[in-house]
């Protein structure tokens, strides 16, 4: 789904709507050739850290500081550029210390493309002692082509001598609602089904891309009529829906991978092996961060679905969040019938994501949660 007309050709930064200030303040930053050497984004889940994070990059990236149409913005944009690299913990507990040395040793590396490079860290708060001392002397004076964009919720949960390096830069909380107007904006689509990709994908950037995703709105639908069969189904049908989730979920990489090997391809002439290891080990870890952001995408459907049918046994007026599927959140509010059958539900889509954090394998997760909503299903509480 191609984005509103409006929006055809501006930069990710002129679209961060719901944070005009921080937009106000990357914007100065950039336009003066002033950007700090290392970032801080502080604010809530869903207030568009990481959706500003990227639109910095391209920013940084663009020769034209971020015009929004070049090669090199639409590569940031597409999250393909080699010299934009987002970073995620690979551990249940966090930051692995392997991963701060590769990325200390990249660090030193000259850009692929670009004149500049960019490091997103999300969840920097997940940087444990050891691996934050690690990147401390390279966060403090980094190359001059290197710009550092740390994502945390707040300063007190990160190592005060991280904070002292960076340029703190706070997020508002911004409101469901707000959130789906933003996406209505930019992709000129119905305000409910806007609502419903907030939901989803957490934030109005997501949202956004969730929207104009084919294969990402399939796993949704995958995992909707996962719940929807519950109610009759058996073990062997339990453990099918999981798989067809999970399946759902790695669809969209085929595309992914597919188009990082044209472009490595392309460019493998022009590269030493070195710098095609790098590229290769970077597009693996894009891969598996993508995968897990759609298993989370699918839980947060889940957990929007329950919390639906919860808000209609509990009689609280309101539009629902999955609105194009009402009949879907009758019947599961039927099946449940009470708001504390609701509740273990809601439980179990929690446990199901806890388990991913301890990495988990996907299919196992979906099948225990599964299997445990449609215990609140068919149990009496």
Not at 107 to 124: E, H, N, T, W
Not at 156 to 164: E, F, M, N, Q, R
Not at 219 to 239: G, S, T, W
Not at 300 to 320: H, T
Request: hydrophobic content about 45%; aromatic content about 4%.
């Amino acid at each position: 789904m191609p984005p509103a007309a409006d929006n055809q050709g501006r930069s990710l930064l002129e679209q961060l709507d719901t944070q005009p200030r921080v937009r106000a303040y990357l914007q100065r930053a950039v336009e003066s050739h002033r950007t700090s050497h290392a970032y801080l984004f502080l604010g809530a889940p869903g207030s568009g850290k990481l959706d500003a994070a990227w639109a910095l990059a391209q920013s940084l990236i663009c020769e034209n500081g971020g015009c929004g149409a070049c090669e090199a913005c639409v590569r940031v944009a597409r999250r393909t550029h080699p010299d934009v690299r987002l970073l995620t913990p690979e551990s249940a507990t966090g930051y692995l210390i392997a991963q701060i040395r590769d990325l200390i040793e990249e660090v030193s590396l000259a850009p692929v493309r670009a004149s500049r490079k960019v490091y997103i860290l999300d969840r920097a708060d997940q940087l444990r002692a050891n691996t934050a001392n690690a990147l401390l002397k390279t966060l403090e004076e980094p190359p001059a082509n290197v710009t550092f964009i740390l994502l945390g919720t707040s300063a007190d949960t990160i190592l005060p001598t991280i904070v002292s390096r960076c340029q703190c830069v706070p997020f508002r909380l911004i409101s469901p609602e707000a959130a789906s107007q933003a996406v209505m904006r930019a992709t000129g689509l119905p305000l409910e089904r806007c609502r419903m990709a907030v939901a989803v994908a957490g934030s109005p950037g997501r949202a956004t891309e969730f929207l104009k995703s084919v294969s990402r709105p399939e796993a949704r639908r995958a995992m909707l009529h996962a719940l929807d069969a519950l109610a009759h189904a058996d073990e062997a049908d339990v453990l099918n829906e999981a798989k067809a989730v999970t399946l759902a979920v790695k669809a969209p990489l085929a595309e992914v991978k597919s188009t990082q090997e044209a472009i490595l391809k392309r460019d493998e002439e022009f590269l030493s092996r070195g710098a095609l290891k790098q590229i290769e080990d970077r597009n693996k870890r894009e891969l598996t961060a993508r995968e897990r952001s759609g298993i989370m995408e699918v839980l947060a459907c889940a957990r929007s679905l329950v919390r639906d049918a919860l808000v209609q046994l509990e009689g609280i007026p309101g539009e629902p969040v999955n609105a194009d599927v009402e009949d879907i959140v009758a019947r599961l509010a039927t099946g449940l019938a009470s708001p504390v059958r609701a509740l273990h539900a809601l439980e179990a889509v929690t446990a199901a994501e806890r388990a991913i954090q301890r990495n988990v394998t996907p299919q196992l997760a979906f099948e225990v949660m599964l299997f445990d909503i449609r215990k609140a299903l068919t149990c009496p509480s």
